[in-house]
């Protein structure tokens, strides 16, 4: 909602974001984006900052292409998603990782309602399903094609899951820690970055901890004043502070 009001009353603040494509090789080799290199933006930045909401939630159901159907192939899309925005903004100094905690009691109660109704929808759509199969199955003399049974029986990645307290948040966290590892080892834009990842115990939207961060830095009698941040993920895609 505040993004759509912000860019219908002022409508300049957006910018296309230009962004490195990975090269292909003939032989089927890709090339990663070297993050070493300046922002194709002409811009240069400090610090990133992540709230995984943005980014878990359309990869759970994606516009363009089926939903994940387990959590291994969950993460796989949360790590791709992560390394682009990373790869658009190339932070210097510092990454924050910001997943979300538990909630302030009214806006519990209003994502418990969300979520009740979801399940609904999901028990429902199981249902049409089920039947659909029995109806397939009678006009097949009894048999069904494997091909249809495996697409009919899959279930996809349950959304519900994306909330505090879940195995799936716990292993959110950890599949990201191991991730930041990953690209520390690999990735040579990585070297000099410090990464921050707050997760499903720490109290608080995602929004909320990056913004008390922020803030928390801004009163510090070390912070630099000409640092540039990026928060991705607040109703917008990229927000540039300062």
């Given at each position: 909602?505040?993004?759509?009001?912000?860019?219908?009353?002022?409508?300049?603040?957006?910018?296309?974001?230009?962004?490195?494509?990975?090269i292909?090789m003939?032989?089927?080799?890709?090339?990663?984006?070297?993050?070493?290199?300046?922002?194709?933006?002409?811009?240069?930045?400090?610090?990133?900052?992540?709230?995984?909401?943005?980014?878990?939630?359309?990869?759970?159901?994606?516009?363009?292409?089926?939903?994940?159907?387990?959590?291994?192939?969950?993460?796989?899309?949360?790590?791709?998603?992560?390394?682009?925005?990373?790869?658009?903004?190339?932070?210097?100094?510092?990454?924050?990782?910001?997943?979300?905690?538990?909630?302030?009691?009214?806006?519990?109660?209003?994502?418990?309602?969300?979520?009740?109704?979801?399940?609904?929808?999901?028990?429902?759509?199981?249902?049409?399903?089920?039947?659909?199969?029995?109806?397939?199955?009678?006009?097949?003399?009894?048999?069904?094609?494997?091909?249809?049974?495996?697409?009919?029986t899959?279930?996809?990645?349950?959304?519900?899951?994306?909330?505090?307290?879940?195995?799936?948040?716990?292993?959110?966290?950890?599949?990201l820690?191991?991730?930041?590892?990953?690209?520390?080892?690999?990735?040579?834009?990585?070297?000099?970055?410090?990464?921050?990842?707050?997760?499903?115990?720490?109290?608080?939207?995602?929004?909320?901890?990056?913004?008390?961060?922020?803030?928390?830095?801004?009163?510090?009698?070390?912070?630099?004043?000409?640092?540039?941040?990026?928060?991705?993920?607040?109703?917008?895609?990229?927000?540039?502070?300062?």
């Amino acid at each position: 909602a505040a993004f759509r009001w912000l860019s219908q009353k002022y409508p300049k603040i957006i910018s296309p974001v230009l962004e490195d494509q990975p090269i292909v090789m003939d032989d089927g080799t890709v090339i990663p984006v070297d993050t070493t290199r300046p922002n194709p933006n002409g811009e240069e930045f400090d610090n990133l900052y992540l709230d995984m909401n943005g980014i878990v939630h359309p990869c759970s159901h994606p516009e363009d292409r089926p939903a994940p159907k387990d959590e291994e192939e969950m993460m796989l899309a949360i790590f791709k998603y992560t390394d682009r925005v990373v790869n658009m903004v190339r932070p210097k100094k510092l990454l924050m990782i910001a997943i979300d905690g538990v909630a302030p009691r009214a806006k519990m109660n209003q994502q418990r309602s969300r979520r009740f109704r979801s399940a609904q929808e999901a028990k429902e759509k199981e249902t049409d399903k089920e039947e659909l199969l029995k109806m397939l199955k009678q006009q097949n003399g009894g048999v069904l094609p494997a091909d249809t049974l495996e697409s009919m029986t899959k279930k996809a990645f349950d959304s519900n899951s994306i909330t505090p307290g879940t195995p799936f948040m716990d292993i959110l966290a950890g599949s990201l820690r191991y991730w930041c590892a990953y690209k520390f080892n690999t990735d040579p834009g990585w070297a000099k970055m410090k990464v921050i990842i707050s997760d499903a115990t720490v109290p608080g939207e995602g929004e909320h901890k990056i913004m008390d961060f922020v803030r928390s830095q801004r009163t510090s009698p070390d912070h630099d004043p000409n640092t540039r941040h990026v928060i991705y993920g607040l109703d917008a895609d990229l927000i540039m502070l300062g």
